[in-house]
């Protein structure tokens, strides 16, 4: 029996609640571990580039909690997506629907605590006297394009880590490496102009450039970067929709 457009986001819902639910499963603190990471990295990067290795960065915690928020969602749904179709082994064996539902619910379900760690990011601008202005607008286009990025890269990593069971290995350390090449606790200018373009083709770094225009400088993010950043992020979904749909065929095979 065939399934529905009713069905698959009854499904999609239903994943994305399980996950929900076992994340914070026998947590006495329960949502308020997604503001943990943030304030704690936060707190010690603060400590380090203000105390040890001071910084000439203005309102630097604010300035750090721009870049560590859009970078946690990008790297935790990453590697969550990665896992997904592993992880969710007996639905794909047993239920018969769109594949493509599974890690794009897991991206979905981290977008939850994207939102809730935003709320801190707000609270904070506001604490060091940030104000509301028109080009807050462009935060859901910006914020938006990530998640469409980020469930790119989930589609094409989920279907390979079927076959090849070390690509989640690869995420971990390839999200390693990202946190020191996205600009978290330094500027895009403080960037060698060698390097410029390696950052310039970075999503990520984008992602972080754009909301620091936004909140930080009170201006729309570059014309240049957001058409890059639109083309990566739909470029990347497009990619991620093929290779997943040409692995997707023998998934009951080797889960």
């Known amino acids: ?114 939102a809730i760690q935003l709320i801190l990011l707000m609270l904070l601008m506001f604490w060091f006297g940030g104000a509301i202005n028109r080009h807050w607008f462009w935060l859901p286009v910006v914020f938006g394009l990530e998640i469409v990025f980020v469930c790119g890269l989930a589609l094409a990593f989920s279907a390979l880590d079927v076959y090849y069971r070390d690509i989640r290995y690869v995420v971990e350390s390839a999200n390693l490496v990202l946190f020191w090449m996205v600009p978290i606790f330094y500027s895009h200018d403080q960037v060698p102009k060698d390097f410029v373009v390696f950052y310039e083709l970075n999503p990520v770094a984008a992602v972080v450039q754009a909301c620091r225009m936004i909140l930080l400088e009170a201006r729309s993010p570059l014309h240049s970067l957001m058409i890059k950043l639109t083309l990566v992020s739909f470029g990347s979904l497009l990619f991620g929709f093929v290779l997943f749909g040409r692995l997707k065929k023998r998934f009951a095979d080797y889960v």
């Open 1 to 114: 029996m065939s399934t529905t457009s009713h069905d698959h986001l009854y499904i999609l819902y239903n994943l994305i609640a399980k996950d929900f639910k076992v994340r914070y499963r026998n947590m006495s603190l329960g949502i308020f571990w997604s503001l943990m990471n943030p304030l704690i990295m936060m707190a010690v990067l603060s400590y380090v580039f203000t105390r040890v290795f001071p910084t000439k960065i203005h309102n630097f915690p604010v300035f750090l909690l721009i870049g560590l928020v859009p970078f946690n969602f990008f790297s935790l749904a990453w590697a969550s997506g990665t896992n997904s179709i592993l992880d969710n082994a007996a639905l794909v064996k047993k239920v018969r629907f769109h594949r493509e539902v599974i890690p794009i619910s897991v991206v979905l379900g981290n977008v939850i605590h994207f």
